[in-house]
């Protein structure tokens, strides 16, 4: 696992948007981190770029993204109650009309999938420039998450793990998977960013 300091990743994003002070799923330094992780893509810019989420929530990280690149395509996958196969934390079970209901509220269009992350067919999809892993939070769906982020990634894109922290108990078990995968899978090439709850990994691009 390598570290390395916010101020070497994060770019200058405006964080005192009022949107972030209110809605903000990140912790509070964390948009700006997001942004700066999100330009390491060669071609995020592009008209072409696009990004996959696990776990969709109320969708303000879906307004987020679109708010740093207006021209992302944006897909997020959430599960329904009755797809349930662990019981979830409380507020983690979301009715069909909250998931995704602030980026709807917020007029942002992205194409919202709902399905357990465990069963969902990520391939039909094609590949992504940038995968968010922030679905379930037990270790073994992290681990199962994070491969199908591996796989689903393109050549120089980014999967992007959330929750990577030792301050809640579901933390620890993201943070358990997440250690085990770069060590066993990943060649000691995710990165954490100090004092924020992210961590990413880039995909080679071979020669
Ligand atoms: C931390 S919230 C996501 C927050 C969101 N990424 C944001 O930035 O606002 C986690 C979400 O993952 C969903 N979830 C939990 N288990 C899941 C699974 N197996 N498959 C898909 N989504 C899941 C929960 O219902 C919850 O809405």
């Keep these: 696992m390598h ?49 996959f989420e696990i776990g969709t929530g109320f969708g303000c990280g879906v307004v987020q993204y679109a708010r740093m ?12 109650p009755e797809q349930l196969a662990v019981p979830l934390p409380a507020g983690e079970a979301m009715s069909k009309d909250d998931i995704g209901s602030y980026a709807r509220q917020q007029g942002v269009a992205y194409t919202q999938h709902y399905g357990d992350s465990r069963r969902f067919d990520f391939g039909q999809l094609g590949e992504f420039d940038v995968v968010m892993v922030d679905g379930c939070h037990e270790y073994e769906y992290v681990q199962a998450d994070s491969r199908a982020a591996r796989e689903m990634v393109r050549p120089g894109g980014i999967v992007i793990w959330h929750d990577y922290t030792t301050k809640h108990d579901l933390g ?7 250690d085990y995968l770069d060590e066993a899978e990943f060649d000691g090439s995710i990165t954490h960013v100090q004092d924020t709850m992210l961590t990413f990994w880039q995909k080679e691009i071979s020669s």
């Design 69 to 80: 690149f207006p021209q992302l395509e944006i897909h997020s996958l959430n599960i329904l």
């Design 172 to 178: 620890q078990q993201v943070m358990s998977a997440i």
């Design 3 to 51: 570290t390395i300091k916010i101020a070497d990743v994060s770019l200058n994003f405006d964080a005192d948007c009022p949107n972030f002070k209110r809605h903000a799923s990140f912790h509070r330094n964390e948009p700006p981190v997001v942004y700066g992780i999100m330009n390491l893509v060669p071609g995020i810019e592009s008209p072409e770029s696009r990004m």
